[in-house]
């Protein structure tokens, strides 16, 4: 494989997919590494990690770039399917670095949330607006019915996955009182997990969210196995079930 100022990657089916900071995206065949066929869409000069995110499902390919643009490719023609601008300009963002949060494609919706100033759900056939709530979350997960996010500034929240209310939320802060900055967040059956600033991560109990204890832990990404996930940061690997 060879892709230039590689930013963002994802495998689906016999297909690796990679986006660059040229805001190009490029389909590789998994087992030869040929490449197949690629895609380019606008670009800016201002480049950040958090403006390139890729997701894949049903056949079609959602990825951003950092000129705010979301497009959606159909993998069965390699053909453009819709293209949305995300960016809100105003006089104070326009020369904002464009970011994204991570792109869940969860059965028809497309759940993700810019730093423009909206987390929103939109029918991922048609790139159509379903509901947007005007606040940013830098990290969010999906369960069946809700979604958990976390921003910079220490603010946790649960929304509703239909209409995008907010049933519960809370600005996270260590036993001396001190505002976090919440990093990324992690989801299993009983608790969420959310990786800080500091050498710590929160652990919050689902059925009682004013139970918080503090794990000398902290993450940057993890991975989920059939049996386990591990926790990922630039000094060790941990495993938990």
Known sequence: ??????????????????????????????????????????????????AYRIAASSDILIFSNNAGQLTALNLRDNKLL????????TIFSSNRIFEISNLIIDKEAVFLSSNHGETLAFDFKTGRNLWSKK???????????????????????????????IIFSKFLKDKKNTKLILNKILLN??????????????LLDLNNLNDISFKKIRFDRYLHTLNYTFLLNENKILRIN
């Open 135 to 165: 606040f940013y979350l830098n990290d969010i997960m999906t369960s069946d019915k809700y979604i958990f996010g976390i921003n910079t500034k220490g603010y946790f929240a649960i929304m509703r996955k239909k209409n995008g209310d």
């Open 1 to 50: 494989l060879s892709v230039p100022f590689v930013s963002n990657l994802i495998i689906y089916k016999d297909q690796i997919y990679i986006s660059n900071i040229n805001s190009k995206i490029f389909s590789f065949n998994i087992s030869d590494g040929k490449q197949e066929w690629s895609f380019e869409t606008s670009s800016t000069l201002f480049n950040t990690p958090k």
């Open 189 to 202: 059956k009983t608790n969420i997990f959310i990786s800080t600033n500091l050498k710590k991560s929160i």
């Open 82 to 89: 819709w293209q949305r601008d995300l960016r809100k300009f």
